[in-house]
């Protein structure tokens, strides 16, 4: 198992322009999510899903878009970048809740992404 | 919305002493507790979790107790090592959705 992928690992934006994050995990969990990481801060949520054709926001989902067509995918976009998203992007899965016994998420590699 | 506070932001330790980490929650709701460890430039990696029925739960030469009385949970690691040496984040979460809810982090510094 490739585990959880997210492509690219470094990206340079200029104010105004959009891209997508990609993030993708092969072991069939129904539970995705995206974070942010700023230097010296913890890991805010910025959307999650809970399978296929839901998601939903969390702490900090102005200025991006999700979408869950496949268990597989989890896409997060940037619509029109600033620098104030200058960060580490984190994407997550689990395969069911932390309620639930088998809620440990697995991370990817993360996304570096600069904003100018 | 859930509120997690963590301290202290940095900690260091002499090689084979103990390191303990607190973390307090807002929401009374809150029954599923993990811990992560994020070591530089790499991603962060679950290594123990506790939820709401149970007080205390080790492995090796980690523990974690939950005081959910008082909305509090605790990291400790005994007979450090310098591969500890890194952040750890506490975190919280009450939904089925697995919304967690992180503490800004504590670096942890073990000096050889």
């Known amino acids: 198992n490739a585990g959880v992928t997210q492509t690219p690992k470094f990206q340079v934006l200029k104010t105004g322009q959009s891209m997508t994050l990609q993030c993708a995990q092969d072991?069939?969990?129904?539970?995705m999510s995206w974070y942010r990481q700023d230097p010296g801060m913890g890991l805010r949520l910025i959307h999650y899903?809970?399978?296929?054709?839901?998601?939903d926001q969390g702490e900090v989902p102005n200025g991006y878009n999700v979408s869950r067509s496949t268990t597989e995918d989890f896409p997060l976009r940037l619509l029109s970048a600033a620098p104030s998203q200058t960060s580490v992007y984190f994407c997550?899965?689990?395969?069911?809740?932390?309620?639930?016994?088998?809620?440990?998420?697995?991370f990817g590699p993360g996304t570096r992404l600069t904003v100018l | 919305g859930e509120n997690v506070e963590q301290h202290p932001s940095t900690l260091s330790v002499q090689e084979g002493d103990s390191a303990v980490i607190k973390c307090t929650y807002s929401?009374?709701?809150?029954?599923?507790f993990p811990w992560y460890k994020q070591e530089l430039g790499k991603r962060p990696q679950l290594i123990i979790d506790?939820?709401?029925?149970?007080g205390e739960k080790k492995d090796q030469r980690i523990a974690v107790t939950l005081n959910k009385t008082a909305k509090h949970f605790s990291l400790h690691i005994t007979e450090t090592q310098p591969e500890d040496s890194a952040v750890y984040f506490c975190?919280?979460?009450?939904?089925?959705?697995?919304?967690?809810?992180f503490g800004g982090g504590t670096r942890v510094l073990v000096k050889p």
């Open positions: 997550a899965s689990s395969y069911s809740s932390g309620t639930s016994g088998r809620g440990e998420q697995f």
């Open positions: 506790i939820r709401s029925n149970v």
């Open positions: 072991m069939n969990h129904e539970y």
């Open positions: 899903s809970v399978g296929a054709g839901i998601t």
């Open positions: 929401d009374s709701a809150s029954n599923y």
């Open positions: 975190a919280a979460t009450t939904t089925a959705g697995n919304k967690l809810t």
